[in-house]
């Protein structure tokens, strides 16, 4: 068969097309090579571990690896922040992020060992709780509008808890002073778990968390719901109402989370991690454990949670700097 100039040149880049995209995909490794390491920057107890362990329960079906939670508290979230920041960028070490380590603590923190922007990729948001603020029974008020007033005329003599310096507790709690004008002491825990112990046992009178570590309390009346942190109410608690509707217009806070990888990490893996993480957070485990703690998946690309994550640093830089939130 006589072939013209162009058919040869032609059938010779058709032959060495599959050669070239074989090298491609040769010169990254199969991933997961090995169980991937999914920190949680608090102890156990709180909503962070629960969304982190919904989502990774369904990931290690998913990958054919074990992808393990491994909570690593201290430091307003630092300590973890600092190691997988310095961890090999292959995939196989992640970080849950949230409000706290991603949008407060570069305003709140000075000499933070790593920067929050540079040394992380963001790889996808996995979900938005509302923050319900709670008090203890013994509290004599029935409602928010009683308890502000409470508040207010004792001055200092109530306690709240959260999960540690710049949990989302700790911001939702101190965005409300802020608002209301109340004055209550800020005690941090390592963990919403330990924090819970106190408030639960009188030691402490009120707290902002996540409904999935609050609802079983609230439900067992060991904890009063008195106002939610977002715009609308949530279906969990319909007769709770928010704190915007009772007289603080724009009033919103709500907990969220997401997973960040080192920063260097192949985009490759950065995708497919974003994909598999889409695809558990649709499970049908997760939607329903979703829908009874009133949260909203996410699951977005890295490029929309990037950008997400710049929208809430410039809410609350202003917070933090309008409320006087510190280090305690």
């Not at 690896?65 to 090999?88: H, R, S, T, Y």
């Not at 996540?210 to 109410?233: C, D, N």
């Not at 929309?304 to 202003?318: C, L, M, N, V, Y």
Request: aromatic letters at 8%.
């Amino acid at each position: 068969m006589n072939l013209t100039r162009r058919e040869a040149l032609a059938l010779g880049a058709a032959t060495l097309l599959p050669t070239a995209q074989s090298l491609a995909q040769s010169a990254w490794p199969a991933w997961p090579a090995k169980p991937i390491r999914f920190l949680v920057p608090f102890a156990p107890g709180g909503t962070s571990e629960i969304v982190a362990r919904s989502v990774a329960a369904e990931l290690t079906k998913q990958l054919g690896q074990n992808v393990f939670v491994e909570n690593k508290p201290g430091g307003a979230g630092v300590i973890a922040m600092q190691e997988v920041a310095k961890a090999p960028p292959d995939g196989h070490t992640i970080i849950l992020g949230h409000v706290g380590t991603l949008a407060v603590n570069p305003y709140m923190l000075n000499n933070q060992p790593y920067d929050v922007n540079r040394d992380f990729i963001p790889v996808t948001l996995l979900a938005k709780v509302p923050n319900v603020f709670v008090v203890h029974p013994d509290v004599p008020a029935k409602n928010f509008k009683e308890f502000v007033e409470y508040a207010k005329k004792n001055p200092g003599q109530l306690n709240y808890g959260s999960a540690g310096n710049a949990s989302a507790g700790h911001l939702a709690m101190e965005y409300l002073k802020l608002v209301t004008g109340m004055f209550i002491t800020h005690i941090p825990y390592r963990g919403t778990g330990p924090q819970l112990t106190d408030l639960l046992a009188g030691r402490t009178q009120a707290s902002s968390a996540g409904l999935p570590a609050l609802g079983a309390h609230i439900r067992s009346g060991s904890l009063r719901a008195i106002a939610v942190g977002t715009q609308q109410r949530i279906a969990a608690l319909p007769d709770v109402p928010t704190v915007a509707e009772l007289g603080f217009k724009d009033f919103e806070t709500s907990q969220w989370y997401g997973i960040l990888a080192p920063a260097g990490t192949p985009a490759a893996i950065v995708k497919r991690l974003q994909e598999e993480s889409y695809k558990a957070l649709r499970s049908s485990a997760v939607t329903e454990r979703f829908a009874t703690d009133s949260a909203v998946g996410g699951g977005g690309p890295s490029s929309e949670f990037t950008a997400f994550i710049k929208r809430e640093q410039g809410i609350w830089s202003d917070i933090v700097k309008r409320a006087s939130i510190k280090a305690d």
